[in-house]
């Protein structure tokens, strides 16, 4: 374990990370070869992503370069290697001036060029903001004063969601990120999703939908950065469409709440399954996108739009029951008591056989996944509490929220398929 003393018997903590990476490289070096994958490259053209069998000899490798890189330095060495704010300059450079497209894919642009591009500044300071994106391996210098494309960049360039991804990132998220522990400070366990560091950046007392709701190029611009999260395997619908039974419903009835978010979801789940009967219900405000995108003509007989005033409100009962309401990836973002509200709002729906599916984000045990992973994941933890008051939670938080929002809700299994980013938690209603 990192941290732990090593009796001096056995073999030094360097030298046993060092073979296990050099073990475990070769393991994967054989993975690659019988899938005739190429070796990992930092070239332009290199391939992405990795096969997905290839996941936990990566996870073993990249934790263990990372802990002898860790104890290769000094503590103010590394202390300063954990700091990103300089980090963040280079990238929010890279996206604000959309620098990825103006170089030439296989080819190569002076730093005097991408400067003339770039009101403002200099031919000096763009070459020092390119030099330091090149140390964390983003654009390289084949020759001085030269930039060209590395794997990283090149996706920037031929990925304009990547980019509308990091650009949100560095321009909303890290000046929200500053002010998170003033907003802890002024307003000491808030559960109020107004009540942010991204609040506070914004110089008001708002929720995040309702700052960014206010300005439609903010709205849209931060709208197609999240939908990179559709384009990743881990979040596939096909999780939730192979690991829940659906087929076994016969004639159901499906309700996707706060659900414009995950719209092609809904989508895949009509078509998949000629069972269901599925509606994707949100306000105005979040349906537009969906709603003017049209219900594909494939499933348009069996898949409608219903819009609602408010998310939180109690659902209105129907003479035509729901079998399912589903809650993929929503919950995360609301503090507590506001996931409660929504829980609650479903009540008017269930019946004795209704199924409530859940489908987000189980926080693991520490040190129970790969470090780099749980790393990410309580980034992620930090960030919806700075965004939202939000947070992850782990499968007895969530077991936890949901009998407090009512006795009658029964956590009756709890799935994490591997390779997902999100488990599944399937509660009954028991009157």
Known sequence: MPGSSTPSCSKPRILELADRISHSAAHLDSILRAKDVPSPSFAEDAPAPYPPETDDVRDV??????????????PMALLYKKTGHNNMVCLQ???RFSVADMVPAGGQISFGDVAAKVPGLTESIVGRLLRHAMTMHVFHEPQPGMVAHTKASKALQTNPVLNAWLRNGTHEMWPAAVKMLDALEKWPESSEPSETGFALANGTVATAFEILGSDPARAARFGRAMSIYAMKPEYSPSYLTEYFDWASLESARVLAVAGASYFQVAVELARR??????????????????AAGAVPADVEERLNVAVVEDTFAPQMSSTQPVDVVLLRWVLHIWPDKYCVRLLRAQIPLMRTGTKLVIQDVIFPKPGTVAQWREQDLRASDVHMANLFNGKERTAEEWEALIVDADLRFVVSRVVEPKGSALGIIEVAWQE
């Open 273 to 290: 399954f000629p069972n269901l009967q599925v509606t994707v219900q949100d306000t105005a405000q979040a349906l537009p996108v969906p």
């Open 93 to 95: 450079f890279i996206t």
């Open 61 to 74: 490798i990249v934790d263990a370069a990372a802990e002898l890189y860790d104890l290769l330095l000094e």
